[in-house]
């Protein structure tokens, strides 16, 4: 691991804005779980997780947008959560938090009914045979955000891989997933909802090589 990457994990701990996993979760009563609002905000307003978010660049921008929500990115990768935790403290936001850990254990941090909003916004694919069962529309994840969402929660995923996008749909219809929206290149729809505006580094890299960007929104309820 390179030198930057070690300083910003060692770094992490002075953010307020970050927790980070422990190695045995189901061992622990995480206090905030089913009072993240309440606790960690100070605020009853609706929360939003993004998955695999990476740098938090679109975390960030949510957050921005909606300061009546609560967001909350999800990643492994301490470095580049580092990015996100740092550009929320910048900007003074306090409705965004980070968390460090495996999306599988979202239940060990997370209550029933306790999300209203999933963003997943350009995932690892997982194009090797014998890996689609890491993608995060396989039946498992779909599986674990059941666990914490709201009846009606909405699932977004953006992504510029056309295999994804459809391994996604037939996870969604193999699951009795109820898609609710679904464009084949969301810049070539004018009308598209305005969170699809926001565009992270690795979306603005996608569009400079001409790759189409695919969208669908979901809910778990048949």
């Not at 905000?41 to 740098?55: S, V, W, Y």
């Not at 960030?60 to 929320?88: T, Y």
């Not at 965004?96 to 979202?106: P, Q």
Request: glycine share 4%.
């Amino acid at each position: 691991m390179g030198r930057k990457k070690l300083w910003r994990l060692a770094e992490l701990d002075d953010f307020d804005n970050l927790i980070q996993f422990t190695d045995q979760p189901e061992q622990e009563d995480f206090r905030l779980r089913g009072s993240w609002a309440k606790d960690h905000f100070m605020n009853d307003n609706p929360i939003t997780l993004e998955l695999a978010c990476g740098k938090g660049d679109y975390t960030v921008a949510l957050a921005e947008k909606h300061p009546d929500r609560n967001f909350i990115g999800i990643d492994m990768k301490g470095p580049r959560l580092w990015s996100g935790c740092f550009a929320a403290q910048e900007r003074g936001l306090t409705n965004v938090a980070f968390l460090r850990i495996e999306i599988l254990n979202l239940a060990h941090y997370f209550a029933e009914g306790e999300i209203s909003e999933i963003w997943i916004t350009f995932p690892d694919p997982f194009l090797k045979n014998g890996s689609s069962n890491k993608r995060l529309t396989a039946t498992r994840y779909l599986d674990a955000y059941k666990q914490i969402t709201k009846a009606e929660a909405a699932i977004h995923l953006k992504t510029d891989s056309a295999p994804l996008f459809e391994f996604s749909l037939r996870s969604l219809r193999d699951n009795r997933c109820t898609v609710e929206e679904k464009i084949d290149d969301i810049h070539d729809d004018e009308e598209r909802h305005e969170d699809l505006y926001i565009k992270t580094n690795y979306e603005k890299k996608h569009l400079a090589d001409n790759r189409i960007i695919k969208y669908v929104r979901f809910s778990l309820a048949e």
